[in-house]
């Protein structure tokens, strides 16, 4: 399990680096008016960045479990590791509804 959080964290890490510079390549690779020759050139670079800077390639994760599905995006929990807490009275202002 710690390896799957480590290597969570060093694709958040490698996505924080190379966000800007995607983001600028992007919008001038999809900017119309600019000479085709030139655009190929930035398609290339944006090919040749590393996969793990994609924000895709983050994926949500429970902090505590390592869980990655059903994770509530609030809390970075998963639904079985927020009910505990709740049941328990770990997280402050939340209660579990009971009819």
Known sequence: ??????????IRITFLKKESLRLVLRFLYLNQRLPVQFRWKILHV??????QSSVVKAKNRC?????S???IRNFRLSRIS???RVVFGQ??????KSW
């Open 63 to 67: 902090v505590q479990t390592g869980r």
């Open 46 to 51: 944006l090919k040749n960045l590393p996969l």
């Open 1 to 10: 399990m710690k390896s799957v959080l480590f290597r969570d964290k060093s």
């Open 91 to 96: 997280l402050l202002g939340v209660v579990k």
């Open 69 to 71: 599905s059903s994770v």
């Open 82 to 84: 927020f009910r505990d």
